[in-house]
């Protein structure tokens, strides 16, 4: 049987409608990952349901949609790299319709290779605008003790009022960026992103192919069982693939997301880098800091990836083309 050949419109398309459903379903649960895993020594949350409903009580509802708008933004063309490259990998890597482990697992080093060129600058903005409030949580706790002056964070330079979060803007903190650290300052983080990326892509990318096979080999469908497989079935293997990856990362996570962090809350360690960043977590927080925010991370990754490979395979993007005609 030929193998279909990869439309790449489609494939685009497809992932960034299954980014933008997916990244609206679980945001909240990703702000409280980002939060948890900020906190080093003065615990404002204990745990990801206190920081959701203290989150709703001192910025409302729509804080826990805190830095969406980056995410939104940026989730489009980041899902449709990262999907659409993994299908183009395994197509080239395919011969006669079967693909090794070899393949699958190189054809999702690729994947999550050319997404960290989204990936980065996205996230790095993002975990300014979701450790926000956080920080203003905090503010309260140690302003009295603290002496007036001029904040030194790119993130937060007004005061905030007891009670209230500041307001930075993703347009701001780009601009700064720019100014002060040049493009190198969106892209602060690259090399932990791609440590944590690549890792989950060869661990998802596979694992989901097999999961999303299972009981289907016998169909005559080798090539293109992900495409056949019906959406309940690559809805669970999404999900299921998703949080075992998303676990198995969690502490490229936590390191990548402690560098990224621009303002540090007091007492809190800053970072020259991974090994320096490893170092003082384990010397501080010991081994189990290296887990923080992952039953987070497992409920965000989980049906984020479960919606978009559903979304995937249901073949949007070719019944969009095909409406344009």
């Keep these: 049987m030929a193998e279909q050949k990869v439309s790449l419109p489609a494939k685009l398309i497809n992932g960034g409608v299954a980014g933008l459903v997916g990244v609206t379903c679980v945001f909240p649960i990703d702000l409280a990952k980002t939060r948890l895993q900020n906190q080093q020594g003065a615990r404002v949350y204990s745990g990801m349901l206190d920081c959701l409903a203290k989150t709703v009580r001192t910025e409302g509802y729509f804080g826990m949609y805190r830095g969406a708008a980056v995410n939104l933004t940026l989730v489009t063309p980041e899902k449709a790299i990262k999907l659409a490259a993994n299908d183009i990998f395994r197509q080239q890597l395919s011969y006669d319709g079967k693909l090794p482990l070899w393949g699958e697992i190189l054809a999702g080093c690729g994947a999550g290779t050319c997404q960290v060129v989204v990936t980065t600058p996205m996230e790095m903005l993002k975990i300014q605008l979701q450790d926000a409030g956080r920080l203003a949580a905090q503010r309260p706790v140690s302003a009295s003790a603290a002496a007036p002056g001029p904040a030194p964070s790119l993130v937060a330079p007004r005061v905030a009022q007891p009670g209230t979060a500041p307001r930075p803007s993703a347009t701001r903190i780009t601009l700064q960026l720019l100014k002060t650290r040049g493009l190198a300052g969106l892209y602060r983080g690259a090399g932990a992103t791609l440590l944590r990326d690549v890792p989950f892509s060869m661990i998802y990318f596979p694992l989901f192919a097999n999961l999303n096979a299972l009981g289907r080999s016998e169909q005559g469908c080798q090539g293109n069982v992900q495409e056949r497989a019906p959406f309940l079935q690559s809805f669970l293997a ?88």
Excluded: H, N, W
């Design 238 to 325: 999404g999900c299921t693939a998703g949080s075992v990856a998303a676990v198995a990362v969690t502490p490229l996570d936590v390191i990548k997301t402690r560098l990224q962090t621009l303002q540090k809350g007091e007492g809190e360690d800053s970072y020259r880098g991974i090994a320096d960043c490893t170092r003082r977590i384990l010397k501080r927080e010991g081994p189990m800091a290296f887990l923080k925010g992952a039953t987070c991370r497992a409920l965000v990754i989980a049906p984020l990836f479960g919606i978009a490979q559903g979304v995937y395979f249901l073949g949007v993007g070719e019944q969009v083309l095909a409406l344009l005609g």
